[in-house]
Structure formats: structure tokens, C-alpha cells
């Protein structure tokens, strides 16, 4: 099992660029998260998913879209990158309709826009 | 507005010692409360969780312990070691809607030999 993926695994954008940030998973999970992490603001979610073809808006959706049109991948997109959308880029993925609340998390993305 | 709130955000801890990371919380509908840990360029990975009817709860040298009146959770390390130097999460998980989780800000936890 190769757990939560995510692709790339580094980016740098200029402003005004736009890309998209995928996640996979191959553990048959319902839901799925997109996180960002900065220092001093710990771990923010962008958007979530409680299963194939539903999104739901996060606590810092703004700037970001997101698509869940296979049960096993996460898409993040930026349309227009910002400054301040430099971030490390975090997709989880848990299993809460089973009774089992732990989330795996990938790698991670870090994303610099100039 | 901070709903887990996390302290310090910063330790250094001499290899041996005992290091103690704490959180608070105000949202009574919290009804699982886990550890993550994230070392350097990883994702975080559960550590330990705790629900709270229970008040202690330890896994090797990672304890947690659960003050649910004072609302309040920390996560002890004994005999800390330079391996266990990382960057610690708590959370809590919401039991209605969706379940979300809100993680704290995080604690850098530097162990020195």
C-alpha cells in the first residue's frame, strides 16, 4: 500500500499562474482533506470531501478549487496564484464511517509563488 | 479564533527528561482528541488519542493526559530522546456534522543530547 500520494512534490509559480495539486489514495477512504501548513498557524483546511463527487468548503477555501471525481483522488486548484498561497500543501485521507477517525496524511507539496 | 489552543510553541528538552506539551479546548461537542506527530519534509502521523471518558492514556513513553472539567489535554514524553525531536499536533474531532478535525498550532519539540 503506497498510503495518501501527492503530486508534485515541489512547485514554484509565478503570480497570476494557475496549477493543480493531486492526491491519491489507495485505502478505500470515504473522506479526504486538503490542508495548508504555515508557521505559527499550525495545519488550516482548505477543502474537504465526504466521498466521490461531493466537496465541501474548509476553514480557508478562498483562491482554491477542488474536484472528487474518482473515490480514490483529491484535486486542489489554484486559478490564480498569490503570494500568499506560498504554503506546504498537506491531502489527508480517514475512514470516519467506520469508526476510525485517524487521518493519513501525504508527503506533502511545497508551493513558493513569486 | 483558535478553537484547540496549543502550548508552547517551542520546547528544548535535554535527552532523559520529561517533556509536556499542553492544550485547551472549548467546544464540549469534542469527542476525540489525538496526537500527531510530524518530523522534518513528512506529513503528521497519529501518535496517541485519547476519547474523553478516559483520563490517562499511555502507549510506551507517550502519555496523554485528559482533564475533561478543566477542559484541558497535554501529551507527556518520558525519557525523551533526540529521535523523538519533531513538530507535535494535538486535535479534536467534532461529533456531529462531518466530523471535522481542528488541529492546535503545533509545538517544536528540540530534544539536546
Redesign the interface.
Known amino acids: 500500500n503506497a498510503g495518501v500520494t501527492q503530486t508534485p512534490k515541489f512547485r514554484v509559480l509565478k503570480t497570476g499562474q494557475s496549477m493543480t495539486l493531486l492526491c491519491a489514495q489507495d485505502m478505500n477512504h470515504e473522506y479526504m482533506y486538503w490542508y495548508r501548513q504555515d508557521p505559527g498557524m499550525g495545519l488550516r483546511l482548505i477543502h474537504y470531501s465526504v466521498g466521490e463527487g461531493t466537496t465541501a468548503k474548509g476553514e480557508v477555501p478562498d483562491g482554491y478549487n477542488v474536484s472528487r471525481l474518482k473515490k480514490q483522488n483529491f484535486l486542489l486548484g489554484l486559478e490564480s496564484a498569490a503570494p500568499s498561497q506560498t504554503s506546504v500543501y498537506f491531502c489527508a485521507s480517514s475512514a470516519p464511517g467506520q469508526g476510525k477517525y485517524e487521518q493519513f496524511f501525504g508527503p506533502g507539496t511545497r508551493l513558493t509563488v513569486l | 479564533q483558535q478553537q484547540v489552543k496549543?502550548s508552547p510553541?517551542s520546547l528544548i528538552v535535554q535527552k532523559g527528561g520529561i517533556s509536556i506539551i499542553n492544550c485547551a479546548y472549548e467546544n464540549t461537542a469534542f469527542d476525540?482528541f489525538?496526537w500527531?506527530q510530524q518530523f522534518p519534509?513528512?506529513?503528521?502521523?497519529?501518535l496517541i488519542?485519547i476519547r474523553p471518558d478516559v483520563s490517562e492514556k499511555k502507549e510506551g513513553r507517550f502519555t496523554i493526559s485528559f482533564n475533561k472539567s478543566a477542559k484541558q489535554f497535554s501529551l507527556h514524553i518520558m525519557d525523551s530522546q533526540p529521535g523523538d525531536s519533531a513538530t507535535y499536533?494535538c486535535a479534536a474531532?467534532n461529533s456531529g456534522g462531518?466530523?471535522?478535525?481542528t488541529?492546535?498550532?503545533?509545538t517544536k519539540l528540540q530534544v539536546i543530547p
Open positions: 496549543q510553541q476525540y489525538p500527531y519534509g513528512k506529513g503528521p502521523a497519529l488519542a499536533f474531532k462531518y466530523q471535522k478535525v488541529f492546535g498550532i503545533g
